[in-house]
């Protein structure tokens, strides 16, 4: 699975938009790019995934440049329940199945 | 739907114990796989179980073994306890026909070893 870089922290002011950034440089044409967030001591929950296609659904949005080698997660409207860990997985594989490479993830606070 | 539920939620071991964690998965689902979890870090993958066998394993040792039953439930078991051991133990399911769905996470168990 190709690596993923990502900040490891961000702030977001509540009812704004928050834009997680992710690199995967050395992402393969049959990888997808999955994304998981961890509220504290909680398990990991899926968001959204997609291949070369911006995907939407009732949580978020996710940005993939044309040359695939970075994405962007986009919470339209923050929440402070959104405050979590926000990882980015690159795999190949429509979904994402249950072995997944975590790395640090992204720490995103959303304050009031 | 109960989705993925694990037992105990905390426990505390003497270093050297053994420990059995426990996951039930969610209903319908058939593939179990635990990860462990330091504090500050990402999950880190142990095994996956699917048929009452082990189809995967990361990079964990032997003192790390699993069991599935008929019920699809599964236990993670650790020998020898360490101190390193202390994490968040986290088990996800999912359905493998062919090709393997989205993982469902529990909340974990969060094991302290003294």
């Known amino acids: 699975d190709a690596k993923t870089t990502q900040p490891p922290s961000m702030d977001c002011a509540e009812g704004r938009a928050a834009n997680l950034p992710c690199n995967h440089s050395?992402?393969?044409?049959?990888?997808?790019v999955y994304w998981y967030r961890q509220i504290h001591s909680q398990g990991p929950q899926y968001i959204i995934h997609g291949l070369k296609n911006n995907e939407t659904n009732e949580m978020a949005s996710l940005i993939i440049t044309e040359d695939r080698k970075s994405s962007t997660l986009i919470l339209p409207h923050a929440t402070l329940r959104d405050t979590a860990v926000y990882y980015c997985i690159v795999r190949v594989g429509e979904t994402s199945g249950s072995r997944l490479t975590f790395g640090e993830g992204t720490q995103l606070t959303v304050n009031p | 739907d109960a989705g993925v539920t694990q037992s105990p939620t905390h426990l505390i071991k003497t270093r050297g114990q053994q420990v059995t964690l426990r996951c039930s998965p969610k209903?319908?689902?058939?593939?179990v796989s635990w990860y462990q979890q330091a504090l500050g870090q990402g999950p880190q993958f142990i095994f996956q179980y699917y048929e009452e066998e082990e189809r995967q394993r990361g990079n964990f040792p032997d003192r790390f073994s699993g069991h599935q039953f008929p019920n699809y439930s599964s236990e993670l078991n650790v020998n020898a306890l360490l101190l390193g051991d202390s994490a968040l133990y986290l088990c996800?399911?999912?359905?493998?026909?062919?090709?393997?769905?989205?993982?469902?996470f529990g909340q974990g168990t969060r094991l302290t070893v003294v």
């Open positions: 050395t992402i393969s044409g049959n990888e997808y």
């Open positions: 209903s319908g689902h058939d593939t």
């Open positions: 996800a399911s999912s359905v493998l026909q062919g090709w393997e769905t989205e993982a469902f």
